[in-house]
């Protein structure tokens, strides 16, 4: 049995796949999901109900829109100053990370990013606290989930400014209060579905207010009024992230699978502070649930463990780069047997080196 602890792209339950890839074979009569039209009511049955289990799963307040939108990640870190930022004005962002870092570069196109508080200096092994976010900001931008660091936000700042997230490695993985979010984004790829899908989840009152013209791509208004159609939709990528998100909702909804993450997360952090060969490399308060970052007290020893657990069904626990030593990826699919099998390995690891 293999254990993927990957950091993505896609992390799904087989189940998924396997409906998955029967759709690729015979969505409805013969045609595959990948060759019907969308503009078929069959698909666009796929798209309401996909944007229905985001409102479901997440508790979405009335007065936001949740659009399916494509150009992952990244192309949001342009999207939110276009839409939200007046030209020259100045929005407030906490950098906690490289995904932080490439968001705020992306800001000097529109006006200004104002860096409240950041943790580069400390390699982001924590998430700052204590700062405070000017009211006159246009709004506050942070990322909820380090994937790369390992560092996690469970907490928001006060604030009167709009707040926007990229929950792009977190989202559903445990209760949110959206009311407290202005715009949420997320690229699919870690909790719900394929990568070539982009969630938002926007409050419709901050739209309309950055007083420049936007190219209708790049307008989440354009998108909203178009019912996330308004061209071709990444079909499959839509598809899958429904079948994900019926088999999330089957498991109990977000409430239910934070339970798990916090039990698969407790018990690996717990070997990790226990097994006198393993160490953490972040703030044990900002400890991210999904991407969990350790490195070896005797850095001579990390290869041979890489090696002792891919031969042992392991997969995709090698760190970053940035960081180096270990991630272990342990996003919502991942079963907590896999969880025991890392921390039995990590055990026999440390008998047969004692
Ligand atoms: N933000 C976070 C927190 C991420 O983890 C990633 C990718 O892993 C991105 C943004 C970039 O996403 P994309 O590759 O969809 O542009």
Not at 226 to 251: D, E, Q
Request: contains cysteine; charged residues 20%; glycine residues 8%.
């Amino acid at each position: 049995m293999r254990h993927n602890f990957g950091a993505g792209p896609c992390i799904l339950p087989q189940e998924v796949f396997k409906q998955a890839s029967q759709a690729v074979l015979d969505f409805k009569d013969g045609l595959s999901i990948l060759e019907i039209s969308h503009r078929t009511p069959e698909f666009e049955a796929v798209v309401d109900e996909t944007v229905k289990l985001v409102k479901e799963l997440m508790n979405v307040p009335s007065g936001y829109s949740v659009v399916l939108l494509q150009g992952g990640a990244s192309l949001q870190f342009s999207m939110v100053p276009m839409n939200l930022l007046p030209q020259g004005g100045t929005a407030a962002y906490l950098e906690t990370g490289v995904w932080a870092n490439k968001a705020i570069k992306e800001v000097k196109n529109f006006g200004t990013a104002n860096i409240v508080a950041s943790s580069k200096a400390d390699n982001y092994t924590f998430i700052p606290k204590g700062y405070s976010i000017p009211e006159d900001s246009a709004y506050f931008h942070c990322t909820s989930n380090n994937t790369i660091y390992g560092t996690e936000m469970f907490e928001l700042p006060e604030t009167n400014v709009p707040v926007v997230c990229d929950m792009s490695s977190d989202i559903m993985s445990h209760v949110v209060d959206v009311s407290k979010y202005d715009l949420i984004y997320a690229g699919a790829q870690k909790n719900i579905g394929p990568a070539g899908l982009t969630i938002a989840i926007v409050k419709d009152e901050v739209l309309g207010k950055s007083g420049r013209g936007i190219p209708s791509m790049l307008d989440y208004k354009v998108h909203i009024d178009g019912g996330s159609m308004y061209n071709t939709p990444p079909v499959f990528s839509i598809y899958v992230a429904m079948l994900n998100l019926r088999w999330l909702k089957s498991k109990g909804g977000v409430a239910e699978i934070e339970k798990e993450n916090i039990a698969k997360a407790n018990a690996l952090y717990k070997e990790i502070d226990r097994n006198p060969l393993f160490k953490g490399t972040c703030a044990v308060e900002d400890r991210s649930r999904m991407n969990i970052c350790f490195v070896m007290e005797n850095p001579e020893l990390e290869k041979p463990f890489l090696k002792f657990a891919e031969e042992n069904g392991i997969e995709g626990i090698k760190g970053h780069r940035s960081v180096g030593g270990f991630r272990a990826s342990m996003y919502n699919a991942l079963p907590i047997t896999s969880v025991h099998a890392l921390i039995d390995l990590m055990q026999t690891f440390e008998e047969n080196h004692k």
